[in-house]
């Protein structure tokens, strides 16, 4: 005869899962955002002391450049050790996955963005609510584009990992295992959303919006069930909103190879925020939807369980 289950009492109710020997998801989430936390203060204070105390000063991108490095420790090294010591599972299983098909997705994912944000630009200026001044080449030299180009596209790519392997990785992921799969997309949107909140500019429009762009990237990360295409999206829609068509970026200005002036009316443009804060983002958010299902269409015909 087979022996049933041990029964938990209270507190293992509380602490443990029902299924298996490891903590429940909640506990889980808490302990990794504590791991990061500490992480990114042990980076993070001594950095800004060094900085501080050089009496140095320094650029709006340097800092964008240091946050992001700091980050990208506390993040990776967060998610690593709590899904090894406490999800009980491997890194690679949070759909990191190395194949060929990874560059191919971070490819496709990168350029999906370019027609995105197209599409917005187009529709703006048609309305009449933008206007093309410049390239940065016809004010600069070829030379100091380029110094400026690359510093910022290397700092993209590494919000794109960072924030991609966070809430599209460890936090929908875990609340989905915890939860339900819809309440992980959701409850992570709405994380994802508000981590933005802080953001020159912010409103509660600028959070619907993000929360909107997470559920995006959220859905190309249920139609492969690997982070690759969402971080390529991720990085595609920085580096072409604010890079190739001159708009902010979720509040921040950075290098841009166009300039532009946006006058339409902020509920539509979002305003000094970027599209993410306007109505104009959701026809972006649409064809992305779209593109995204055509790119993923021949691989879950060929791989129902994909």
Known sequence: MSESPPTQNFLQRIFLSSTESRLRAVWRLLLQT?????????????????????????????????????????????????????????????????DRQVILDLLIGAAIPFLMMGLIFVLEWGLGWLHFENFAWETQSVGIVLARLVPITLILILVGWNEELLCRGYYLQTIADGLNLPLGVIISSAIFGLLHLGNPNATWNSVLGIFLAGLFLAYAYLRTKRLWLSIGLHFGWNFFEGVVFGFPVSGLDFFKLAKINVSGPAIWTGGAFGP????????????????????????LQSDPNA
Not at 38 to 50: E, F, K, R
Not at 92 to 97: D, F, I, T, V, Y
């Open 34 to 98: 504590l791991m990061l936390f500490i992480l990114t203060v042990c980076v993070g204070i001594p950095v800004g002391v060094l900085m501080y105390a050089s009496g140095v000063i320094v650029s709006d991108q340097v800092i964008l450049s240091l946050s992001e490095i700091t980050e990208l420790f506390g993040i990776t090294l967060s998610i690593f050790l709590a899904r090894r010591f406490l999800d009980k599972r491997s890194f690679a299983s949070l759909g990191l996955k190395l």
């Open 276 to 299: 993410e804060a306007g109505l104009i983002v959701i026809p972006g958010l649409i064809l992305g939807v779209l593109l995204v299902a055509l790119y993923t269409h021949s691989k």
